[in-house]
């Protein structure tokens, strides 16, 4: 398809292919086409006529139209759609206009809080979109006997006229924000001389010129704009112009200092980088790339993965309204603990108590428009699925991952590094420049020039490696570069580099830190061997307790660059010296006992945090610092494994839930040690066991471990355990059928809290008592006793709101809603969902906005607003399936058989029923009574719409279906048409 260019600013013409179009028989054939161009949409042939000939009659109006037209189609055949009664623009994609890319940078602009850009983006689209401004909207144009034509060309013209004004003011304040006087001043003149009664302008430039040192011109600039009123207008300026024009005499404008650098925080890396221009401009053409969300600098290890994607992200700052911000991933243990990386680095602290640290981190960063970058990725790629949790729930979210090894998804964009360039006998290549570099830092006589045949060989033995070529340099202290090239010709060491297994990889380093570990005193070996024990950071007080030092050793060991620290009390040994220095330990036999000093430490850790009773978020805070102490047992026998575990069930089971990790691994862990446990450790281990069960959907074990746990926490006088063993029961027997039962724990649980004072103080137990009012309200509903489930709804309402619990008052919300709806209330209904949904809004928790949304979805359907049901189902779903809420998938999945019922889709209908079956057995959730009735109707719907034995073939279809293969089809639905978008 040809390129077609229209331009409508200033001079008037068509361009086809770089050639202007000047074969038309009238300016009306170009004024016709640019109308149908800015008028996207089938426009009937008498409408035109009267527009363009609304002085002529009707008939040679039309006679005129045929004329035009097909002089136009002429060249441009292939962009109209020309039907007897109508013409439009076809192929627009193909064509460039003007004023279309002018609005469409000022649109974008605009509404950039969808579209969240940097400054010196919105400077750069500003500029772009005013300089094609290059005149008024179609001058010249000559539309004889189209008064109605001329009034919308007149008003079209003042329109983008006071864009472009606007556009050219904005861009004066990015100047000034951004210290570019002289190019503002330019920007002002030029506005000025279009709107010479704009003072808002006048007073922009006079500061405008202050800034730029230049007050004698703000004062002419005054003058002249004194001297324009009184003569035009016989008026003076106004007070602010007046009052602002004193001050610059005065000189009492106060300068503006420097624009302030946008946020980040980036690593400060030691030594002098070579950037290869290739490479950056790679990477920085990717990210400049909007469909590249996600891109991996793939390489080998010592690479430069680290140093390039650094430096990249330094030059880049200014592209990111929100700011770029560097992840080091290196030391983490798992992939689990990602999130809390990138949460430490953004400094980012949750507010909600009731809402995962998680969750927090994606609201906080949904609207952010920010380059995170995440370096060395390859050892925690099982966190690949939370990278796309980011990128689909963040949508102005950048990543820039570094990475051995790619992370295999959809998303993401590959960017391959190899070692440097090291071209013989030439001393400006990258990788011969990093070599001098890091040799003159350790041997300041060191000399290129003498040593330049050598120094490009060791490049070559290592292949342009940067970290082979910074181990190389690392001897000069002690060896000639001859020497060297021998050293490496004789022992590959050094090319272990490119090799897989990681022990091999870092041979050459392990021999730096050999020579480092011989510079040591005895009691420095001792404390980093004691060190070692730790898997990751640590702090203080542990380090006082297992390797027996104190704080001026530690910053004797940070400062031979032996222990990090990030400034925040926690410190850490670099993963290879740490294994190196637990090699060491393990050859005096040092290991042993400084494994049991770290189990010690931290069995008393574990016991001091759960008889703290701390508010959930600060216990889980604590847990984020320590886990990966508390999670290192493996060394252990089985028999003392299964006693750690059931010391870790005092704090760890609603750890993993809230941050969602190792759930089904904490459910194996508590299976396998329960034989093991007696007394109050049982009946603990017994109720968060059956906890983690129902997340897991093992709703009969979890009822039997729960009982247990309820018969031995009366036993042991526990009522807070108690309490939680009966506000897990109550859930188990409440999905499982058993209402009664259900009723009776909740009775219990408020029972237990007005007879026992002490608890009452107890923040976490307040909260889990107050909603029992909200429980035994949905007990009576599912029960079908809508009255005693309305007033038991009203008083956990009061309750939740008399205790200022957020969550708990959306929570009675909702449930007063689905009252609503099951008395057929359903405006009242939409009522209490919309407000539970907006408290979901307010305090960021996803998982009840899920719940709140599919519910809301269902009062549009019983209003019969079956396409607003069924757009809202659709998102509930999806949302549901990325947090794995298998319940909210299953309600959603049973109400959009109903609702594809009722748009007349009965097979879809039937499979959704089949996917939600399976899943029904699955959860072993049973049908509630009030379902019941609900559940036939269908039936007897879907019986009637398709057959007996159709309906059970495509059900058997149904239960085939994955979430995702569910997804796709309903993003694929096609919707009958309702004129009013109701049945």
């Known amino acids: 398809m040809p390129k077609l260019q229209v331009f409508t600013f200033g001079t008037l013409s068509l361009k086809l292919d770089d050639e202007t179009l000047t074969d038309f028989v009238s300016q009306k054939t170009v004024a016709l086409f640019i109308y149908l161009l800015l008028h996207p949409r089938e426009l009937p042939r008498d409408v035109l006529a009267e527009l363009f000939w609304s002085e002529t009659t009707g008939e040679q109006a039309l006679k005129n139209l045929r004329t035009v037209l097909s002089n136009l189609q002429k060249r441009l055949s292939d962009y109209l759609e020309v039907t007897r009664q109508s013409i439009s623009i076809c192929q627009s994609d193909a064509i460039w206009c ?86 503002g001043l330019e920007t002002g003149q030029r506005l000025i001389s279009l709107e010479p009664f704009w003072e808002d302008a006048y007073r922009l430039q006079m500061n405008l010129y202050v800034q730029a040192g230049n007050r004698t011109a703000a004062v002419q600039l005054y003058d002249s704009l004194y001297d ?99 992840v080091a991933l290196e030391s983490l243990t798992g992939p689990e603990f990602v999130p809390q990386a990138v949460i430490n680095v953004l400094n980012f602290a949750r507010v909600d108590e009731m809402q995962t640290q998680q969750d927090a981190l994606l609201d906080d960063l949904r609207e952010k428009h920010m380059l995170l970058v995440l370096d060395n990725f390859e050892h925690v790629l099982a966190a690949a699925d939370w990278v796309v949790q980011l990128l689909n729930e963040c949508p102005y979210l950048q990543i820039l991952v570094t990475s051995r090894e790619q992370l295999h998804l959809a998303e993401e964009h590959i960017f391959t590094i190899t070692g440097l360039p090291f071209a013989q006998h030439n001393e400006t290549a990258p990788a011969i420049q990093l070599f001098a570099s890091a ?88 404390i980093l061997m004691a060190l070692a024990v730790f898997p990751s950071h640590f702090d203080l007080e542990a380090a006082m307790a297992i390797a027996s030092t104190h704080l001026s050793t530690l910053i004797s060991l940070v400062s031979k660059s032996l222990v990090s620290t990030d400034g925040s009390g926690r410190y850490q040994l670099h993963e290879l010296l740490r294994r190196f220095t637990f090699q060491k330990a393990a050859e005096v036999g040092g290991v042993e006992a400084a494994r049991q000093a770290h189990h010690t430490y931290y069995q008393r850790w574990i016991d001091e945090l759960h008889a703290a009773y701390l508010p959930s978020h600060e216990q889980f805070a604590a847990i984020d610092r320590e886990y990966h102490n508390l999670w290192y047992f493996d060394w252990l026998n089985r028999e003392a494994q299964y006693q750690y575990i059931l010391h870790l069930a005092k704090i760890l089971p609603d750890y993993w839930i809230a941050r969602g990790i190792h759930v089904q691994e904490g459910v194996e862990l508590l299976r396998q040690a329960l034989p093991s446990a007696s007394g109050w450790l049982r009946a603990n281990a017994c109720v968060r066991f059956g906890r983690l069960l129902t ?205 594809a019922l009722d748009l007349g889709q009965a097979e879809e209908a039937a499979r959704y029923l089949g996917a939600a079956l399976t899943l029904r057995e699955t959860l072993g959730f049973a049908i509630q009574p009030r379902q019941k009735a609900e559940f036939a109707t269908r039936e007897a719907r879907l019986t009637e719409a398709v057959g007996v034995e159709n309906l059970h073939r495509l059900i058997e279809v149904g239960r085939t279906l994955t979430p995702i293969e569910i997804s796709e089809r309903l993003e694929k639905v096609s919707l009958p048409r309702f004129s009013d978008g109701k049945k």
């Open 98 to 183: 003007d004023a279309q890319v002018f609005e469409a940078q000022l649109d974008f602009l605009d509404d950039r809080h969808k579209h969240p850009i940097s400054p010196t983006r919105q400077r750069q689209k500003l500029t772009e979109a005013v300089g094609l401004y290059q005149g008024d909207f179609l001058m010249g144009l000559k539309t004889d006997n189209a008064p109605q034509l001329d009034q919308w060309v007149s008003l079209e013209r003042e329109r983008l006229q006071r864009r472009f004004t606007q556009a050219l003011y904005q861009l004066m304040t990015l100047c000034v924000a951004q210290g570019d006087f002289a190019a």
């Open 228 to 326: 324009l009123l009184q003569t035009e207008l016989d008026t003076e300026p106004e007070q602010e112009t007046i009052d602002l024009v004193e001050r610059i005499k005065n000189n009492q404008v106060r300068l503006l200092p420097s624009p302030q650098t946008l946020p980040n925080k980036l690593p400060n890396f030691s030594g002098h980088y070579i950037p290869v221009p290739k490479l950056v401009e790679g990477v920085e053409a990717w990210l400049d790339d909007p469909h590249c969300r996600l891109l991996t600098v793939l390489g080998i290890g010592g690479v430069g993965k680290t140093r390039l994607a650094h430096y990249v992200a330094q030059r880049r700052i200014p592209e990111y309204r929100d700011g770029v911000f560097f």
């Open 439 to 526: 040799a003159s830092r350790i041997n300041p006589a060191f000399d290129l020039q003498q040593t330049l045949p050598m120094v490009a060989r060791i490049c070559q033995l290592v292949e342009g490696l940067p970290l082979g070529i910074l181990i190389a340099a690392g001897w000069v202290q002690f060896l000639t570069p001859e020497q060297i090239v021998q050293r490496i010709e004789d022992n590959l060491d050094f090319l272990a580099l490119t090799r897989r297994d990681l022990p091999d990889r870092h041979q050459g380093i392990m021999a730096l830190l050999n020579s480092t570990w011989e510079t040591l005193s005895q009691a420095e070996r001792d």
């Open 695 to 899: 997340q897991t959907g093992e709703f009969q074990e979890a009822r039997k471990v729960l009982e247990e746990g309820l018969v031995l926490s009366q036993q042991a006088g526990d009522y807070i355990l108690e309490a939680l063993a009966l506000s897990e029961l109550k859930r188990v027997v409440s999905e499982l059928g058993d209402l009664a039962l259900a009723q009776e724990h909740l009775l219990k649980m408020v029972e237990l809290y007005n007879s026992h004072a002490p608890i009452q103080d107890i923040v976490a137990l307040r909260e889990i008592f107050s909603r029992a009012y909200t429980n035994l309200s949905v007990v009576y509903l599912q029960s079908g006793k809508l009255e005693e489930a309305k007033q038991y709804g009203h008083l956990g309402l009061q309750k939740h709101r008399e205790a200022k619990d957020r969550v708990g008052e959306a929570l009675s919300l909702n449930t007063l809603g689905i009252i609503a709806l099951d008395q057929g209330h359903y405006e009242l209904a939409r009522e209490y969902f919309e407000s539970a949904l907006t408290i979901a809004h307010a305090i960021h928790h996803h998982r009840h906005q899920t719940i709140f949304m599919g519910n809301l979805a269902e009062a549009f359907h019983r209003m019969g607003d079956f396409h607003g049901a069924f757009h809202q189902y659709r998102e509930v779903f999806q949302k549901a399936h990325r947090m794995n809420n298998r319940k909210t998938m299953l309600n959603v999945l049973e109400q959009l058989a109903n609702v």
